[in-house]
Nanobody, 115 residues
Framework: QVQLVESGGGLVQPGGSLRLSCAAS????????MHWHRRAPGKQRELVAT???????NYLDSVKDRFTISRDNAKNTVYLQMNSLKIEDTAVYYC?????????WGQGTQVTVSS
């Protein structure tokens, strides 16, 4: 009923950029916070960035000044602009949308940073 579709992942060289998108559709109401998580091979999932309903943002320390989370409320879409990518940013990135009492997850998109 509710679906989050992610796009924008891919293969880039260190120092490159990618922009991830996550669009929510279906019967979704009262969207509050929107988040990006990632899971690298052999690592625990970690929270990368958060944006609140009023646009307040928070970031994992290791991505501050390189990543920017934003949202378009009219499109129910959250974005993650990733600049100056590092090899250690390689992971599957997942969006998460909190709406009412529910939390919805995207399917994940692979980001590979390799020289």
């Amino acid at each position: 009923q509710v679906q989050l579709v992610e796009s924008g992942g891919g293969l880039v060289q260190p120092g490159g950029s990618l922009r991830l998108s996550c669009a929510a559709s279906g019967s979704i109401w009262m969207i509050n916070t929107m988040h990006w998580h990632r899971r690298a091979p052999g690592k625990q999932r970690e929270l990368v960035a958060t944006i609140t309903s009023v646009g307040v943002t928070n970031y994992l320390d290791s991505v501050k000044d390189r990543f920017t989370i934003s949202r378009d409320n009219a499109k129910n879409t959250v974005y993650l602009q990733m600049n100056s990518l590092k090899i250690e940013d390689t992971a599957v990135y997942y969006c998460r949308v909190v709406a009412g009492k529910y939390s919805y997850w995207g399917q994940g998109t692979q980001v590979t940073v390799s020289s």
